[in-house]
């Protein structure tokens, strides 16, 4: 936490706003514009209900297909079967780790022919970086398919000095305890479409019907932000550009360090924007560095640090088996050999430099091991 939240919620309990509606949720809103460059926004209480809620305003009913970042946490997809849609999974390029603008259009191209569009695009920003947005928003204009973008991940990021989410019909960010800015919990959903938003917010408050009495002609959600994590949540929009810092730097440590060993290569930051680095993530090859992902994992795990493989793809996930995947092999080889590296905004130098020795000395004793193979 930053110095700030304590004060606000204070003023959330001594003004009685003990409720999902109030002056912090509205103030949160509007700074959350200021800081993002976005037109509108509704506080929620999670990035998922903010994605359930963008599927539903872009018109996603039961049936309907919906293109979708396949290298991406399951909370980006999972809001797509609640309304008995179906995902199509999308790989990902080298470059940025993200959607393959290419795929997409070309799988959009043969969907056009074919004349079976989905009902919208969801692209996700992983790990604090923008995925390639122009040419992902040209493919979904010509076919006038919206597009919703997920940047649960990528708060603080840029993409041509705009803020990743701001671009489509919809954008979601969340403050999930694990993401650069947090309130525990919570969700914001942006547009450009002050209509869309004012939609949200009554199917997030039960859609009550302008009536004294209530009334409802739509079935609603309970999916409004609290006031006081909305006031947690304006302290925090003040340091964000700190904990960017933070993470970025970090990223820098890690990099310095570890970027030349053979084998090693870091998630690379594509030339059209920036990266918060949330996460610093890595790729190993087993081959060029002796040891794989996995032994890196373990190793660190011995010394009481934790890292987590990168997102393993949803196609491949148990729970969409059956769900349509057009490449996938660049997200697979992610996955493979991929790792996320302790990266939260209060790390001290010690405790990167602990990481970093730990992850010296499994190829320090693969050296050794050949070394001695080729003595014997
Ligand atoms: C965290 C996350 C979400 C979900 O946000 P919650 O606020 O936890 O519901 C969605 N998509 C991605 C990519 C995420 O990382």
Redesign the pocket.
């Known amino acids: 936490m930053g110095d700030r939240e304590l004060e606000f919620v204070k003023e959330a309990f001594d003004t009685n706003w003990i409720a999902p509606v109030g002056p912090h949720v509205d103030a949160f809103e509007q700074e959350f514009c200021q800081v993002t460059g976005a037109s509108h926004a509704a506080g929620l209480s999670?990035?998922?209900?903010a994605?359930h809620l963008a599927l539903q305003l872009v018109g996603v009913e039961y049936g309907d297909e919906v293109f979708c970042s396949t290298l991406?946490?399951a909370?980006?997809a999972n809001p797509i079967t609640y309304l008995g849609a179906k995902p199509v999974f999308i790989d990902s390029d080298r470059t940025s780790w993200n959607m393959n603008p290419e795929l997409l259009r070309q799988a959009l191209e043969l969907r056009a022919r074919q004349g079976k569009l989905p009902k919208a695009v969801v692209v996700?920003h992983?790990y604090g970086q923008s995925a390639d947005i122009n040419p992902i928003l040209e493919a979904c204009n010509r076919y006038e398919i919206p597009l919703i973008e997920?940047a649960?991940?990528s708060l603080g990021a840029t993409y041509k000095g705009r803020s990743p989410g701001t671009f489509g019909r919809i954008g979601?960010y969340?403050?999930?305890g694990?993401?650069i800015i947090t309130t525990s919990?919570?969700?914001m959903l942006v547009s450009d479409d002050a209509q869309l938003v004012a939609k949200a917010r009554f199917l997030a408050t039960q859609a009550r019907d302008p009536a004294p009495h209530y009334q409802h002609s739509e079935i609603g959600y309970n999916y409004r932000l609290s006031n006081v994590l909305a006031g947690i949540g304006r302290g925090q929009l003040r340091v964000l550009n700190d904990r960017v810092a933070a993470r970025r730097r970090n990223f820098e440590t890690y990099a310095c360090a570890l970027a030349n060993f053979p084998g090693i290569e870091f998630m690379p930051e594509a030339a059209y924007g920036r990266a918060t680095r949330w996460l610093t993530c890595l790729t190993i090859d087993p081959a060029a560095f002796g040891a794989s992902r996995e032994q890196v994992r373990l190793a660190l795990a011995e010394q009481q640090i934790e890292s987590r493989p990168v997102w393993k793809p949803l196609h491949l996930q148990p729970v969409f088996a059956d769900c349509e995947c057009i490449g996938g092999e660049v997200a697979e080889n992610l996955f493979a050999r991929g790792l996320c590296l302790p990266s939260g905004s209060n790390l001290t130098t010690e405790d990167l430099e602990r990481v970093i020795q730990a992850i010296t000395a499994v190829y320090s004793d693969t050296c050794k091991t050949h070394t001695s193979l080729f003595i014997i």
């Open positions: 999670s990035g998922t209900a994605i991406t946490f909370a980006t996700v992983l997920d649960a991940e979601i969340s403050f999930n694990n993401k919990g919570g969700g």
